[in-house]
Antibody, heavy 115, light 107 residues
Framework: EVQLVETGGGLIQPGGSLRLSCAAS????????MSWVRQAPGKGLEWVSIIYAGGTTYYADSVRGRFTISRDNSKNTLYLQINSLRAEDTAVYYC?????????WGQGTLVTISS | DIQMTQSPSTLSASVGDRVTITCRASQSVSNWLAWYQQKPGKAPKLLIY???SLESGVPSRFSGSGSGTEFTLTISSLQPDDFATYYC?????????FGQGTKVEIK
């Protein structure tokens, strides 16, 4: 069974940094495209970043230069390093990955930016 | 970047009603279009992928159609568990895009 489990969320002060993790089982993060999507409280879904099997990465304009997507193939884990955090980065962060023609999602981790 | 527009934003319906939600893309996404159901405090649940393929375990009252720029999600007979918010998503290009959501409410 495919499972994606996000961890690393929490309460962070503005300007701080955080690394989110997405551990995969029954699914290879190195063989499929993997993405991060976020959802601010009471808002819709917003794509954040994607990494392809070959290593190519892309970012939404709102996070480019502050967020970095990466993966550790040996740990079968996807990461999102988020720096220079702003109040508007407060959201539930989901990882998602391509699975054939379908997409698998994790349950999300909450990141709250507040002083 | 591709923009996705869903309509309506809110839909009031009764149990047993046939419900249709529309999603339009600003440019062709071929058939790389997914539909999700989301309930408060929960992750999005995949219903339909590749425009018309029913995800395993999803009731057959859900169906998707369309290609290119126009897509629809249909619930043939609305059930109490179906009251939720629905999102479309294109995954044709590297920058995924989501519709703004359609909230299905009890009439």
């Amino acid at each position: 069974e495919v499972q994606l489990v996000e961890t690393g969320g929490g309460l962070i002060q503005p300007g701080g940094s955080l690394r989110l993790s997405c551990a995969a089982s029954g699914f290879s993060v190195s063989s499929n495209y993997m993405s991060w999507v976020r959802q601010a409280p009471g808002k819709g879904l917003e794509w954040v970043s994607i990494i392809y099997a070959g290593g190519t990465t892309y970012y939404a304009d709102s996070v480019r230069g502050r967020f970095t997507i990466s993966r550790d193939n040996s740990k079968n884990t996807l990461y999102l390093q988020i720096n220079s955090l702003r109040a508007e980065d407060t959201a539930v962060y989901y990882c998602a990955g391509g699975y054939g023609s379908s997409i698998r999602w994790g349950q999300g981790t909450l990141v709250t930016i507040s002083s | 970047d591709i923009q996705m527009t869903q309509s309506p934003s809110t839909l009031s319906a009764s149990v047993g009603d046939r419900v249709t939600i529309t999603c339009r893309a600003s440019q062709s996404v071929s058939n790389w279009l997914a539909w999700y159901q989301q309930k408060p405090g929960k992750a999005p649940k995949l219903l339909i992928y590749k425009a018309s393929s029913l995800e395993s375990g999803v009731p057959s009252r859900f169906s998707g159609s369309g290609s290119g720029t126009e897509f629809t999600l249909t619930i043939s007979s609305l059930q109490p568990d179906d009251f939720a918010t629905y999102y479309c998503q294109q995954y044709n290009s590297y920058s995924w895009a989501f519709g703004q959501g359609t909230k299905v409410e009890i009439k």
